[in-house]
């Protein structure tokens, strides 16, 4: 039995009948539906492109006098400071901790403290909205020990979403 092949389709030459049955494979693969094979974060990127942004509340905070100080259990100084999240949108993102570095005028470095990340608590409205409004950490580190009192203050937020994936966020402020 001949097939469309041999005769041609519709009395057409074979090697035309042959390019035609390949140009509309080929038409109807690149018509085909195309999905990405990573999965998608809306908005969160795990290398530290995220929509997720960092800020201060203020840029320059003040050094305060502590009382009690006895180096290196209580510091001569505690600077309270503020650290502001702003999801921009993305959901699924929770804050797991903080680095924070104090580097006063001279250049003298204190050691790193790493804080833990605060529990969040929601007194009133929707879990929705408050995942999309500007989250406010209030923290405080103590300087002096080993250090002046007067420099700068590197704060590393430390992410992950809730597929696991980490990043981080940069936030600096000015001790005086």
Excluded: W
């Excluded at 100080?69 to 510091?75: F, G």
Aim: proline share 9%; net charge positive; hydrophobic share 40%.
């Amino acid at each position: 039995m001949p097939t469309l092949l041999d005769r041609g389709a519709h009395g057409l030459p074979r090697s035309l009948a042959c390019a035609l049955l390949i140009g509309a494979a080929v038409a109807s693969a690149s018509c085909e539906k195309k999905y990405p094979t990573d999965p998608i974060t809306f908005g969160y990127n795990p290398l530290g492109l995220t929509a997720v942004t960092f800020s201060a509340q203020t840029s320059t905070v003040i050094a305060q006098p502590v009382s009690n100080a006895r180096c290196p259990q209580v510091s001569p100084f505690n600077v309270p400071f503020v650290v502001v999240m702003n999801p921009n949108g993305a959901t699924g993102v929770v804050v797991t901790g903080f680095q924070v570095q104090f580097t006063d005028t001279a250049g003298n470095t204190a050691p790193q403290i790493v804080l833990p990340a605060p529990i969040p608590v929601t007194p009133f409205g929707s879990a929705l909205a408050d995942a999309r409004a500007d989250r406010f950490f209030q923290l405080s580190t103590g300087v002096g020990c080993g250090v002046g009192q007067t420099g700068t203050i590197v704060v590393v937020v430390n992410t992950a979403d809730d597929e696991g994936r980490k990043g981080s966020g940069r936030v600096q402020f000015n001790v005086r």
